[in-house]
């Protein structure tokens, strides 16, 4: 069950891989500067995460336009997102959880693909935390299915609010 609206957003320091290397992402980068949204993913190089991501990429100017900073996280290397990112033309900032931690700390860590791959290793499930600038969350959503995509209409009016 994801962490709930109200909750202190659990700080990480996550790895993304940029063109010039590995670099060091903190949530805590944005407190008193932005809002943040966090986005999870299942698996890079699957169908619905690339429509996803690629989504987000078309309409990252509404979310820069509403002091947003998007941040995607999953399980997989930073290496196979840049990968799948260059493929796909993906311009969301994408970090790697590849010890499961951070999507723990949200309670966002499910087992077998959300239940439709019994005895698949842990990934994150598809969820949405809209994180304001102060570090709380404000937006909280875990899809019924790993197929499903957040409510991106909510998540954008939640920005809205936070204006």
Do not use: H
């Not at 994801?2 to 980068?29: C, E, Q, R, Y």
């Not at 998007?70 to 997102?81: E, G, K, L, N």
């Amino acid at each position: 069950m994801p962490i709930a609206v109200g909750t202190k957003a659990p700080d990480f320091n996550l790895k993304s891989k940029t063109a010039s290397g590995l670099a060091d992402v903190k949530l805590s980068d944005n407190f008193g500067k932005k809002n943040t949204v966090l986005l999870f993913f299942p698996l890079a190089f699957t169908g619905v995460c690339t429509q996803e991501m690629c989504d987000i990429t078309a309409g990252l100017g509404q979310y820069a336009g509403l002091n947003a900073d998007v941040i995607a996280c999953s399980v997989d290397s930073p290496f196979a997102q840049e990968a799948w990112a260059n493929q796909n033309k993906i311009g969301v900032r994408i970090v790697s959880d590849l010890d499961k931690k951070t999507a723990a700390d949200y309670g966002v860590l499910v087992n077998g693909l959300g239940g439709l791959v019994p005895g698949f290793p842990a990934t994150s499930a598809r969820a949405a935390f809209v994180v304001d600038k102060g570090g709380v969350v404000q937006y909280s959503e875990q899809t019924a299915s790993v197929k499903d995509l957040p409510n991106f209409a909510a998540v954008k009016a939640t920005l809205e609010k936070l204006q």
